[in-house]
């Protein structure tokens, strides 16, 4: 496979996320049991590793706190309005896309302390949040997307620090996809590890809603992978899903891996290996969807194209109310069109492409280009942006 560094990187951001990282969100129990699938470590990550005793003490004791005074009132809150998930595959728009529906005052979110923190947000969010705000970047650490505590944050980051049942565990074992690959459609998992997984997705949605209950908007790349289970658990749920060139969600793809990798890893990142990983999930994650797709029910289905997000988000939108059936869009554009300046001013990353990547993954993934209607990047002469 060739090396992205063949090609080059003009203007790419990659910065560092800070002192957190996913594992310190974890309670005593979650640590000891990720400790107890012996993941690589390395001494060069020995602050991380150092960090994760004492946080995972402070996240029990908060957690055990938080279940005495709102345990009742966590489990008898009731789911009463149906989901709105927001899926595609990673650098497809979901950020975009959830960050514009959420503006929406009809609708709220976990947001990144709640993802990070999801033991214990309802006892200490509203203090530590704000003794903490310098500890969180202004902008995302692989592009330049804003980040504060109270951003929306995608649900997958509470799911794996609560159960460890997450794709994400590959940040721990960088190595092995095939370990957790089961974890994306959770098809392959155990009875016991389902019920888990389900019920840590019900139990950060109750604690969202016990802090406001209003619908939710959840976003996660992951749930691509399991429609099928999340209409069984929420049968009259909406998804709306982007997608985008194959090609720039490739390019983008592998920066966001080896961004993440090292922000998060407890040893060191591997050099190489990140295109092949990022190529094999992005044909697991399409097939995967296309072939479960059929399953949502008439009105309860949205299919975005990114560039026609980035080039009219309010008509995109307001498309988007219309088929789904949700009301308010006049209210939310109102909202949005001061800040469609700022919006189209943002910079995204650019990658350089030469022709043999560019026929590498066109090779690989012409399925996706030919089905969602994107040329070959041969022939296309717009492919820096990523």
């Not at 090609?247 to 998060?264: A, C, P, W, Y």
């Not at 309010?314 to 069109?337: C, H, M, P, S």
């Not at 560019?358 to 399925?367: I, P, Q």
């Amino acid at each position: 496979m060739y090396s992205m560094a063949k090609a080059g990187t003009p203007h790419v951001k990659s910065s560092s996320q800070g002192l957190l990282t996913l594992w310190h969100g974890m309670d005593v129990s979650t640590t000891l049991r990720l400790l107890g699938m012996h993941p690589p470590t390395h001494i060069s990550q020995i602050t991380r590793l150092a960090m994760m005793g004492p946080t995972s003490v402070y996240n029990s004791a908060m957690g055990a706190i938080e279940r005495l005074l709102y345990g009742r009132t966590i489990e008898e809150t009731e789911l009463e309005l149906s989901p709105i998930f927001v899926i595609g595959h990673w650098r497809s728009g979901t950020t975009l896309l959830h960050n514009l529906i959420t503006r929406d005052p009809q609708f709220t979110f976990p947001n990144l302390y709640q993802c990070l923190f999801p033991g214990h947000f309802l006892l200490t969010e509203k203090v530590v949040s704000r003794l903490t705000r310098s500890l969180v970047p202004t902008s995302r650490p692989m592009d330049n997307v804003k980040c504060a505590w109270d951003t929306p944050q995608e649900d997958e980051i509470a799911l794996c620090v609560m159960s460890l049942i997450s794709p994400y565990l590959m940040l721990a074992f960088q190595n092995d996809l095939d370990r957790c690959r089961p974890y994306f459609d959770l098809s392959g998992v155990s009875d016991e590890e389902l019920a888990a997984w389900k019920q840590a997705l019900t139990t950060l949605m109750q604690k969202v809603t016990v802090r406001d209950n209003r619908r939710l908007v959840m976003k996660s790349p992951s749930h691509t992978f399991r429609v099928p289970l999340l209409l069984e658990m929420f049968p009259k749920a909406r998804f709306v899903y982007i997608y985008r060139n194959p090609l720039r969600v490739f390019l983008s793809g592998v920066h966001l891996r080896k961004t993440i990798f090292r922000e998060n890893a407890l040893a060191r990142p591997p050099k190489e290996g990140y295109e092949e990983d990022v190529l094999d999930i992005y044909e697991a994650c399409i097939e995967t969807y296309e072939r479960d797709k059929q399953l949502v029910p008439e009105g309860q289905l949205h299919e975005i194209r990114f560039e026609d997000l980035e080039a009219d988000p309010l008509g995109e939108l307001e498309t988007t109310y219309d088929v789904l059936k949700l009301a308010g869009f006049d209210r939310v554009r109102r909202i949005l069109e001061p800040e469609m300046d700022e919006l189209r001013a943002y910079r995204k990353n650019r990658f350089a492409v030469d022709a043999e990547m560019a026929e590498d993954v066109y090779r690989r993934l012409r399925f996706a280009f030919d089905l969602y209607g994107y040329p070959s990047p041969i022939e296309d002469d717009q492919l820096q942006a990523a």
